[in-house]
Structure formats: structure tokens, C-alpha cells
T-cell receptor, first 113, second 117 residues
Framework: DAGVIQSPRHEVTEMGQEVTLRCKPI?????LFWYRQTMMRGLELLIY????????DSGMPEDRFSAKMPNASFSTLKIQPSEPRDSAVYFC???????????FGPGTRLLVL | AQKITQTQPGMFVQEKEAVTLDCTYD???????LFWYKQPSSGEMIFLIY??????QNATEGRYSLNFQKARKSANLVISASQLGDSAMYFC??????????????FGAGTQVVVTP
């Protein structure tokens, strides 16, 4: 079975531009998580969804960040406008509610110049 | 609030030897899960092993075992017979079941392991 799929794998953009990161969870999984990894802050949860509904977005840094999950097989994380401090690796993970393990995608490495 | 502490920033281990990675945690949840993930230099996060707080047996997955000591709030990862491919960053993580902690994986800072021939 395919794992979690993320695109793009790498993104380089200029400050002020809109960035959209995409995620396809493992088929059948009904929980989806967005994480950000930086050297300074490590791995931190941004937001997570259960059955396409956002449950906790307390980790979203500010209003420039937004996430959607229009259906069970697709989610986006959008940054508008982007800033250099948003440079990080963004991971999407999915799990089956009731099971503990979260499976991570390969990540999107974002560089904002 | 939950907290995960990994006190070993890095360590070297010789091939074929065993290595223990330390992890301590703090939580007020009665039920929780503990995880270890591996992140090689290529960047992906690979799930290794899981231990539930009510599991009486220590979890094992191949060469990985989790030394769970609930009273001491520790969940150390033991890698037996190290291989060169084990060189990576290893993260300990916890997932609680409380209102504020459910669904959230709280990660430690990680331990960099380098396996030498």
C-alpha cells in the first residue's frame, strides 16, 4: 500500500508569496496531522483533523497559516504571505482513529527567501 | 502539560553492539502511548516501536525493544546488533489521552546515533 504522499518535496519561494503544501493520507486513515520541523523548535504539531474536521489548530503559528481537508484523501496547508522564518520541513502524518501509530509522509522542505 | 526529555544529543556505537537511547517523560494523563521514530539523513520519519502505558510487557520489534519503566517515567529504546544503516536521528514521542493532549504527538529533541565499522 502507498504511504502518506506529500507534494511538493521541495519548495523555494520568495517572501510574500503564497505557498500551498499538499498531502494524501494512507487510504482508510481518518486522522490527519500537520507537523513542522525546525532546528530551533524541533517537531511541533500544527493542526490535526478527524474525519476531515479540524480538531485542534492551537499549534498554527498565526493567521498566515491555514489548513483544509475537503475530503478523506486530501489536505492542504497554506501559508500566505510566506516569510523567511517559515522555512522548515513540513510533515503530514495519518493514522486510523483508535489506533495509536501515526505514519509520516516524506515531508516538504520549504525555503522562503 | 506533557514533556519528553532526551538527554543524549549524540552517541557513537560500534557495529554489532547494542545501544540504549534514553527517554523520560512527564504527563498527568492516566493513559498514554510512547513511540520511537527514526529519521535518517534523507529526512523521512520512520515509525519503529510503540508502547502503551497499560501494556505489561515491554514492546519489541525485531532488533528494537522498548525498556518501559512506568514508575520512573522512562521509555528507553534498545537497538541490538547495530548496523551501519542504523545511523540516524532517533526521536522519542508521547501521545496522551487527555482533553488537551489527545491526538498530539509530543516529541523529544532527538538523539543522533552514528554507527561505526
Amino acid at each position: 500500500d502507498a504511504g502518506v504522499i506529500q507534494s511538493p518535496r521541495h519548495e523555494v519561494t520568495e517572501m510574500g508569496q503564497e505557498v500551498t503544501l499538499r498531502c494524501k493520507p494512507i487510504s482508510g486513515h481518518n486522522s490527519l496531522f500537520w507537523y513542522r520541523q525546525t532546528m530551533m523548535r524541533g517537531l511541533e504539531l500544527l493542526i490535526y483533523f478527524n474525519n476531515n474536521v479540524p480538531i485542534d489548530d492551537s499549534g498554527m503559528p498565526e493567521d498566515r497559516f491555514s489548513a483544509k481537508m475537503p475530503n478523506a484523501s486530501f489536505s492542504t496547508l497554506k501559508i500566505q504571505p510566506s516569510e523567511p522564518r517559515d522555512s522548515a520541513v513540513y510533515f503530514c502524518a495519518s493514522s486510523l482513529r483508535g489506533e495509536e501509530t501515526q505514519y509520516f509522509g516524506p515531508g516538504t522542505r520549504l525555503l522562503v527567501l | 502539560a506533557q514533556k519528553i526529555t532526551q538527554t543524549q544529543p549524540g552517541m557513537f556505537v560500534q557495529e554489532k553492539e547494542a545501544v540504549t537511547l534514553d527517554c523520560t517523560y512527564d504527563t498527568s494523563d492516566q493513559s498514554y502511548g510512547l513511540f520511537w521514530y527514526k529519521q535518517p539523513s534523507s529526512g523521512e520519519m520512520i515509525f519503529l516501536i510503540y508502547q502503551g502505558s497499560y501494556d505489561e510487557q515491554n514492546a519489541t520489534e525485531g532488533r528494537y525493544s522498548l525498556n518501559f519503566q512506568k514508575a520512573r517515567k522512562s521509555a528507553n529504546l534498545v537497538i541490538s546488533a547495530s548496523q551501519l544503516g542504523d545511523s540516524a536521528m532517533y526521536f522519542c514521542a508521547m501521545r496522551g489521552t487527555g482533553t488537551d493532549s489527545w491526538g498530539k504527538l509530543q516529541f523529544g529533541a532527538g538523539t543522533q546515533v552514528v554507527v561505526t565499522p
